[in-house]
């Protein structure tokens, strides 16, 4: 597609049950990044991909916390027995090459709203 | 580690007039690249501006320029004849070195006043 893709967009989820939310980034990049991002606040790194590996994991906020990415392609994030605080929206965003040359801009997706009831 | 600084959460200009928004950093890397995005309430992140670090010339796109003080490690954004839709939060972000990351700022709120 034309741009990073989300979705879903919304999602509400009742405590404890798991959720799944997917980001299809602008295909040819490489780089892929997920965030947290709380009402009214900054982004809250998560974790990023360079292709299929994780070279930095350190951003998730437990255990129950996930990511994959498959064929250098669409991540999954999975959140576990999701809890109150996991409330937030997540955005993902893919840029064309990690950090070399003039190709570093980071193109982000609209974001999932993540709510849990 | 990298850390991107934000010291001021929110600001407000009245229409035409100019505004700077600050950013600091912290990094051991001699090259890297900075950025500022903005994300209306749309929640869309857009990307405003970008400088190399081992360019010395500050960048500038139409009426948003950057003041950017390698040894001082200040991005600072500046708007001028600020408009309605620059309403929105800015975030600053670095990204360099071996670890690749991403990093952002925790955002300035701006509002731009008739």
């Known amino acids: 597609g034309a741009g990073v893709s989300q979705s879903p967009s919304n999602k509400v989820t009742e405590k404890g049950k798991d959720v799944e939310l997917r980001c299809d980034p602008i295909s040819g990049h490489t780089a892929l990044y997920w965030y947290r991002q709380s009402l009214g606040q900054g982004l809250e790194f998560l974790i990023y991909f360079q292709g299929n590996s994780a070279p930095d994991k350190s951003g998730l906020p437990s255990d129950r916390f996930s990511a994959e990415r498959t064929g250098g392609s669409v991540s999954t994030l999975t959140i576990q027995r999701t809890q109150q605080e996991d409330s937030a929206v997540y955005l993902c965003a893919s840029s064309l090459n990690q950090f070399r040359g003039m190709n570093t801009e980071a193109f982000f997706g609209q974001g999932t709203r993540l709510t849990v009831v | 580690a990298q850390t991107v600084t934000q010291s001021q959460p929110e600001m407000s200009v009245q229409e035409a007039e100019t505004v700077t928004l600050s950013c600091t950093y912290d990094?051991?890397?001699?090259?890297?690249?900075l950025f500022w995005y903005k994300q209306p309430p749309s929640r869309q992140m857009i990307l405003v501006i970008r400088?190399?670090?081992?360019?010395?010339q500050n960048a500038t796109e139409n009426r948003f320029s950057v003041n950017f003080q390698k040894a001082a490690k200040s991005f600072s954004l500046k708007i001028s004849d600020s408009q309605l839709g620059d309403t929105a939060m800015y975030f600053c972000a670095f990204i360099g070195g071996s670890q690749g990351n991403l990093i952002f700022g925790k955002g300035t709120k701006l509002s731009v006043k008739p």
């Open positions: 990094t051991s890397e001699s090259n890297y690249y």
């Open positions: 400088q190399e670090a081992y360019k010395q």
